[in-house]
């Protein structure tokens, strides 16, 4: 398969015992898809794993369901929103109600150890998150590597190993520095995600938008953008509004046509 062509075959989806096995042979490849149509483009280029999430339990229902529908067979994860750690009821209640919207791994922000050891004990498959957590800005004072002092990077790494002992599957790695990451990934049973923690992790994460270039805000520097699909948007939203305030849409073509006959007609029956 080239870099641009969609794979063409029915694909099968992946078990989490299969993807387990892939630690050490090949690249995991993570994306988002919060839609049915980015989803089946994900499908198509052959994504491991697509992560979608609402802002509440009933919109992550939501989106969960448009992405399985778009991509039936690919292995989706979808978080659990911060509430449900209240408890460890709470916490398989909410990952019960999400996987039966369809998701297949319950992708678990924050540390909170007990609470994956009880999902996973009730056999759901757990993703936690290390390193640099996005809800946790106010505490780093923004945006941040985290892991740059032996100090920190030991603490990533036993934040690690408490995941694993907790019975995770894996872990996404965010902004750890590369050589850390990489050892960290040898040092662990857990498949470890880098988003934008170096190359030598199990697999790489980046957001859609980031790839695709959906919005006009900050792109981090792991960014992989490959299109920019929010000024082409602009730019034929921007043609479509001039030409309908000079009159140049719609024109014919894109008109339903009556038969002379038929017109005339329905004018005779309405002047009547």
Same mark, same amino acid.
Request: glycine fraction near 8%; proline fraction near 4%.
């Given at each position: ?54 802002? *509440? ?8 369901? %448009?992405? $399985? ?7 989706? /994860? @979808? &978080? ?42 009730q056999?759901?498959?757990c ?20 892991g ?26 965010? *902004? ?8 960290? %990934?040898? $040092?662990?049973?857990?498949l470890?995600?880098?988003? /934008? @923690? &170096? ?12 790839i ?25 939203l ?35």
């Amino acid at each position: 398969m080239s870099s641009t062509t969609p794979l063409q075959v029915q694909r099968k989806k992946l078990t989490v015992a299969e993807l387990l096995e892939l630690k050490g042979k090949r690249k995991l490849v993570v994306t988002t898809a919060f839609d049915e149509w980015t989803a089946r483009a994900a499908e198509r280029a052959g994504v491991d794993i697509i992560l979608a999430w609402g802002s *509440c339990l009933d919109h992550s229902k939501f989106v969960i369901a %448009s992405v $399985r529908k778009g991509a039936p067979n690919t292995l989706i /994860g @979808s &978080g659990i929103n911060p509430e449900a750690y209240e408890s460890v009821e709470r916490a398989i209640h909410t990952a019960n109600q999400i996987r039966a919207a369809g998701t297949d791994i319950i992708y678990c922000s924050g540390l909170v150890p007990d609470k994956f050891a009880a999902l996973s004990r009730q056999h759901f498959p757990c993703v936690g998150h290390v390193g640099y957590l996005p809800v946790n800005d106010t505490w780093y004072g923004g945006p941040r590597a985290v892991g740059k002092t032996a100090d920190e990077a030991k603490l990533v790494f036993d934040n690690v190993m408490a995941l694993e002992a907790a019975g995770c599957i894996a872990v996404e790695m965010e *902004c750890v520095p590369a050589k850390i990451a990489a050892e960290i %990934s040898k $040092r662990t049973k857990l498949l470890v995600i880098s988003m /934008g @923690s &170096g190359p030598d992790c199990d697999g790489q994460f980046v957001f859609s938008e980031d790839i695709l270039g959906t919005h006009d805000g900050h792109y981090p520097r792991h960014a992989y953008r490959k299109l920019d699909i929010m000024s082409k948007s602009i730019e034929a939203l921007c043609q479509y509004t001039n030409d309908v305030l000079k009159g140049a849409y719609p024109t014919p073509k894109h008109s339903i046509q009556i038969q002379d006959d038929e017109f005339e007609k329905f004018m005779a029956m309405i002047n009547e």
